[in-house]
């Protein structure tokens, strides 16, 4: 396994009510970045979870030394979770993923590598391990979303991302759910930013219950169908009531007594926000 010198990488891990996973996702983070990075940091984000997330995560930390818990003090959605990670990040490199534990973490190190080269390095999941209805929803959404917004990606949900962090603050997610994947990389086409995929293995949830239902998927439509109406239609890239999140101050770090946690909000990242995304203004 390579290890990368030149730059390190911050792995966001949005949760919300995931404390039958959360150890291990936390322990698999920490195991696969610890074999292909020198400096890594694993920012896990509870998003105001209502059952034991936040006291389970704070358990593994217990062998997991690089790992940061960030606290949403009320459920914002997971773009905000995302927005938190992302502006909390110390890090060259920043990816993300979900804290199910369905991607093998060590598909980072050759997306890091492409990320060296290109802004955005994508997965996608080659042998997908969902329900068969699922996966066709998803076709049929990945079908639109190229045809309307331009993603140019066969999967635009995959939850295995890493972002060069200069690019990032350009595509800071304004989307309040899971609507995120999808305008970052529209945003991405708008600023004609390169976008590389490379395949990753996908598993079977490892427990809990996922958050997306088939409730999710009207819902998710008409903010496709809205934004593509407004932003690139008629091209005015509106403010939506979701950016009012980004108004609010990003949590601080919480974990086991002694460990430092890094500044909230680096001032390099900030810096590189349009107004409205800036937290803390």
């Known amino acids: 396994m390579v290890t990368f010198t030149r730059t ?29 990075f020198e400096r ?18 704070n358990r593994a930390m217990e062998a997991a030394p690089h790992a940061r818990l ?24 920043v990816a993300f993923t979900d804290a199910d534990c369905q991607f093998d973490l060590t598909d980072l190190a050759q997306l890091a590598e492409r990320a060296e080269a290109v802004p955005v390095a994508v997965g996608f999941r080659a042998d997908r391990k969902d329900p068969w209805r699922r996966r066709f929803l998803s076709w049929g959404y990945n079908v639109l979303a190229r045809a309307l917004l331009g993603t140019r990606v066969r999967d635009v949900d995959c939850a295995l991302k890493v972002f060069r962090r200069d690019t990032l603050a350009g595509l800071m997610p304004e989307s309040r759910g899971f609507f995120v994947n999808t305008e970052m990389l529209t945003r991405a086409r708008q600023l ?42 008629r091209g005015d890239r509106r403010t939506t009531p979701a950016v009012l999140q980004a108004r609010l101050p990003v ?22 926000l349009p107004e409205r995304h800036r937290a803390g203004v």
Do not use: C, M
Request: aromatic content about 6%; charged content about 25%; overall charge neutral.
């Open 70 to 93: 960030l606290r949403h003090p009320t459920n914002r959605g997971y773009g905000a979770a995302l927005r938190t990670g992302f502006e909390a990040a110390r890090y060259e490199l």
């Open 8 to 36: 390190g990488l911050s792995l966001v891990i949005p949760a919300f009510n995931e404390a039958a996973v959360i150890r291990r996702a936390i322990a698999e983070a920490e195991a696969a970045l610890g074999r292909s």
């Open 192 to 233: 004609g930013l390169e976008v590389a995929e490379l395949p990753v293995t996908h598993r079977p949830r490892a427990g809990g219950e996922s958050k997306v239902s088939l409730r999710e998927v009207p819902r998710t439509a008409r903010t496709l169908l809205n934004f593509w109406w407004h932003e690139v239609v």
């Open 251 to 272: 949590p601080r770090a919480t974990g086991l007594p002694g460990r430092d946690p890094a500044p909230s909000s680096p001032p390099a990242l900030r810096a590189g």
């Open 40 to 57: 890594f940091e694993i920012l896990v984000v509870d998003d105001g979870s209502s059952d034991a997330t936040a006291t389970e995560a």
